[in-house]
């Protein structure tokens, strides 16, 4: 059997998966039909960890009642989206101490020159001129803790990521010459992408989370009517056929509403083609706007449901960190061990 993500099922034991989230607390749908919607089924054949990545999300300045809103936000969102807590461990990341102590020792294995490459942080740096702070550079030995606490196979992760895993396998390539195999080497896993879903207002670059609603993105707490308004004023081409008809170079505008609509309703794009034949942009355009209210109602219904009950987050977060430690705490005493601390 084939996965959606494109990597073959194997027979047990499960091989694990592991990737951090920063709490931006904004999904858009783009990163829904592209990737979250996969997610749920992953858990048949790996075993999956998912974690808030609050520590590095204050690599920037955050408001402290906003970070831990959208903390718990963004974990509502996932649970709604089908990651299953029965099924994936989700925790949050400072909750787990192992993060924080590990990223520390491996500071201490990550070279200077190799941090001052990472392409992250030069943009990060140029966009926070006035906050370039140690954080922002060590980020990448965070991150490289973050993955060796739990010895994964894989770390599904975007493609502005790579370069990270790249260096957490140098660092983890270092620590082991030095003291023997103490890291497993995970491989970077860029999903295949479900849909790539670009901006409504700009169909040639991606649908970014901005808190511009000009920028022609959706989000999946968006209301119906922000959606329907999205879509009514969705830029379609200025060919003069006025036609539904997929074709990414001519007319990128509709094509990519025809992947969204493809996307929501399963439907071939030779069938959205025959369901709008000489109807014009004017009716496609809302009824692609129905088809995602209708796919994102029961996401962010659920999701507000939850946001309601805390206690029930807290009973996931508190599960997941449980077990969460317990993986990472083996990982940090051998380290601990093999760098010549004295044990408790
Ligand atoms: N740096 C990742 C991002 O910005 C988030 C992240 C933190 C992460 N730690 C991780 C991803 C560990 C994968 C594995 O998206």
């Not at 392409?119 to 803790?145: E, H, R, V």
Request: glycine letters at 6%.
């Amino acid at each position: 059997m084939t996965m959606n993500d494109g990597i073959m099922e194997t027979t047990a034991p499960k091989k694990r998966m592991l990737s951090g989230i920063k709490p931006s607390g904004d999904l858009t749908l783009g990163s829904y039909l592209g990737a979250i919607k996969n997610w749920a089924e992953r858990a048949d054949s790996y075993e999956c960890f998912y974690f808030m990545a609050d520590l590095h999300a204050i690599t920037v300045r955050q408001n402290p009642a906003d970070l831990r809103r959208r903390t718990l936000e963004q974990l509502a969102q996932y649970i709604a989206c089908g990651l299953d807590p029965e099924k994936n461990t989700l925790f949050i990341q400072s909750h787990v101490h192992q993060h924080a102590e590990l990223g520390w020792v491996l500071d201490c294995y990550a070279m200077f020159g190799e941090l001052s490459r990472m392409t992250q942080f030069k943009d990060k740096s140029a966009k926070n001129a006035d906050n370039i702070n140690g954080g922002l550079f060590t980020y990448p030995a965070l991150m490289a803790a973050d993955i060796l606490l739990y010895q994964p196979d894989y770390v599904p992760v975007g493609e502005d990521q790579k370069q990270h895993v790249e260096l957490c396998h140098t660092i983890a390539r270092r620590f082991n010459g030095i003291y023997g195999d103490v890291f497993k080497l995970p491989e970077a896993f860029v999903p295949k992408v479900g849909a790539r879903i670009m901006s409504l207002t700009n169909p040639t670059a991606k649908m970014s989370k901005s808190e511009n609603e000009d920028t022609g993105r959706v989000l999946v707490m968006d209301t119906p009517e922000t959606i329907m308004r999205q879509f009514k004023r969705a830029i379609t081409d200025s060919d003069t056929e006025n036609c539904v008809r997929y074709d990414r170079e001519n007319k990128p505008g509709v094509s990519n509403l025809m992947t969204i609509y493809s996307a929501c309703t399963g439907k071939t794009y030779e069938q959205i083609q025959t369901e709008f034949a000489g109807m014009g942009y004017g009716k496609f355009k809302p009824a692609v706007g129905e088809a995602v209210v209708e796919t994102l109602r029961p996401i962010r219904e659920e999701a507000v449901r939850l946001m309601k009950d805390k206690a029930y987050l807290e009973g996931v977060y508190r599960a997941g960190a449980e077990k969460a430690s317990y993986v990472a705490e083996k990982t940090l005493r051998k380290v601990y061990k093999k760098v010549g601390f004295v044990a408790k």
